[in-house]
């Protein structure tokens, strides 16, 4: 069983079905009393009453321990009512949980709940893997409160500082409170985060944001028994954060408000015909399965592509897709079909094939590649090449999901299939390799170091061996 603390982030994994509650009858529980308070001198007020103990409720001596690390309350933190609301009250009391306040409120709450250090075996693991002893710092909460702010949140686990709560058997999942401890290591380490305001004023990071990336690929490698955590190879040290967020890890198959791009399924999706493709009206909602071979070995002899932007990475296809996108203009459709590279609107469209072999064989022309199958409303594509390839192009940012996702290694016909979590590792490794290639550039190199400040530059640095190192190997 793994645990973590983290500074303020939370994570959800699997989210929990809100079930339907009686409306309070009682007027006086602290719930009420902080809902009121926050109605009508404002979120800002109320936080800073349950901070300095202003309700009765909220004066419950601190049960922490010296260890425990407990830093003044954050912005990110999700204000709560204090322990006593969810041993004290029923069922009923968890009507207003969900909004806004009531979530504030119950991480609050969770906040000064019981809480326990990490096992020896936790501390040893988490503290090796993520090269970071002050790991064993970590609180985690599991009681009733912290399962009633987690459900609140729907969330399995969320993070806030160095602390950790978990609902109802998050425990068990290794990969999840691996996930955790990556946000806990990055906020000891004074990692800066983001996120967005809850509207009252909890700052809850995305799952699409880089930070939730690395913490996903960082658990599943906790998981694995991996000897070091994938983050650490990026990871850059900053100035602590005044506020920070509350992460969240999605569960497997959720959508975030800016859209995913990995959906995975069960076994392998049948591609759609030619045939059919060409035969569904050019605005149809339709959808169908197409397939496209990545090779990401190949961008180190493509220099010229990867620094103008014409190289299709598999970055650029898992990015935020643009809800807004249309189908490709016939210009820029020939354009690509005729390889005008130059052309910064062409660089912008991707082509995909209704045959796996042509896949498969773009994939194969590398020491490894990605195949990968999508599935994308019939809307959004325009003929590409005839013949043979029986190609059809779309603009990158279409809205589609990645419904399977196979790695093909040259001189093998069999093609494996990957988990998300690997194929993150795979996208994680070619993302520093263009980044390291953009570098090569004398222009953008200056430009880049520039930005960054005097004292922080050696460090910056030490950050492209560290990217060299982990593509390209000691």
Known sequence: ??????????????????????????????????????????????????????????????????????????????CATDVTVARAEDEHEHAHDTGPEGQSALLAAAMKSPSAALPASVVAKAGAFYQNDALASTRVHQDVVAQRATEAMGAAAMTVGNHIFLSAGAAASEELIGHELSHVDKNLKGVPETGHNNGAGVTVTNPRQNSERDAERDGHAYAAGQRTAPSLVASQTGANASAGPVQRMLEEGQSSEEGRRIALQDGPSELSGEDHVASLPEDSDQEVILQRGITPTQRKAMVKEVIRGSFISLSKMTAKPDEDATKPDPEHVRGYVNQDKDNPEVAKLIEFSTKSHIATGFAGEASFGIVLTIKIKRKFLAKGATGNESGWIARQGAPYDIVGIERKDQGVDKLTPLTEGEFREVVKKEEMAEFLLKMQDPADKAQHMSAIEPSKKMAEVQKLFAYNKAVYGP
């Open 1 to 78: 069983m793994s645990l973590a603390r983290k500074k303020d982030v939370m994570t959800v994994k699997g989210k929990i079905p809100q079930q339907p509650r009686v409306a309070p009858s009682s007027p006086g529980t602290t719930v009420q009393r902080m809902l009121a308070l926050q109605s009508t001198a404002g979120n800002r007020a109320a936080a800073e009453m349950v901070r300095r103990g202003g309700l009765p409720e909220a004066q419950a001596p601190h049960q922490h321990g010296p260890a425990c690390g407990h830093r003044e309350r954050a912005a990110v933190q999700r």
